[in-house]
T-cell receptor, first 112, second 114 residues
Framework: QKEVEQNSGPLSVPEGAIASLNCTYS??????FFWYRQYSGKSPELIMS????GDKEDGRFTAQLNKASQYVSLLIRDSQPSDSATYLC????????????FGTGTKLQVIP | IAGITQAPTSQILAAGRRMTLRCTQD?????MYWYRQDLGLGLRLIHY???????GKGEVPDGYSVSRANTDDFPLTLASAVPSQTSVYFC?????????????FGPGTRLTVL
């Protein structure tokens, strides 16, 4: 069983719509959760981190965490073509020095 | 400030050859990491270092070795390359290596082993 699971997509949304990206994880002791964006041929870059249950908003991005359901999501409001990329969910369960496990990513396509 | 640099950008290598991928960061981060990224498998940790002088094995360490002689450099060596090591390799660093840290990634090295 994969430790961090994501739907590979592609997820296609029209420009201006809300894109919803989902991630489940298997390790109940996981404490830190990250969303990275990776453009084709480029390296991952962090867009959101979340550590507590609930929502965390940063501009057009909202991360949602539900530890009881072992579920973390990323909402992108007012999606733009420039948001088209692969979004990687990452989970740290080390409790000490970082040991991050990445999901395989969801490819998002925003259609103009 | 360059952040993290990796060299070479890409390389085609004959099987059995030795290869060192270079990684340098100028952020004075304590922790550094090497990942490989393969289609359908995502990013997998090869080796890591929480501080200069220490290294540890990740999820897929076989066939790879690392060293951390100083804070800035974290080279990855393939002693005898095999075709299954064809991949994109990313070096990353984080400030303290603690669980809440952000990891910053280098631009990657695309390696093809024939």
């Amino acid at each position: 069983q994969k430790e961090v699971e994501q739907n590979s997509g592609p997820l296609s949304v029209p420009e201006g719509a809300i894109a919803s990206l989902n991630c489940t994880y298997s390790d109940r002791v996981s404490q830190s959760f990250f969303w990275y964006r990776q453009y084709s041929g480029k390296s991952p870059e962090l867009i959101m981190s979340i550590y507590s249950n609930g929502d965390k908003e940063d501009g057009r991005f909202t991360a949602q965490l539900n530890k009881a359901s072992q579920y973390v999501s990323l909402l992108i409001r007012d999606s733009q073509p420039s948001d088209s990329a692969t979004y990687l969910c990452a989970v740290d369960s080390s409790g000490g020095y970082q040991k991050v496990t990445f999901g395989t990513g969801t490819k998002l396509q925003v259609i103009p | 400030i360059a952040g993290i640099t990796q060299a070479p950008t890409s390389q085609i290598l004959a099987a059995g050859r030795r290869m060192t991928l270079r990684c340098t960061q100028d952020m004075r981060h304590n922790a550094m990491y090497w990942y490989r990224q393969d289609l359908g498998l995502g990013l997998r940790l090869i080796h890591y270092s929480n501080t200069a002088g220490t290294t540890g094995k990740g999820e897929v360490p076989d066939g790879y070795s690392v060293s951390r002689a100083n804070t800035d450099d974290f080279p990855l060596t393939l002693a005898s390359a095999v075709p299954s090591q064809t991949s994109v390799y990313f070096c990353a660093s984080s400030d303290s290596g603690q669980g809440t840290d952000t990891q910053y990634f280098g631009p990657g090295t695309r390696l093809t082993v024939l």
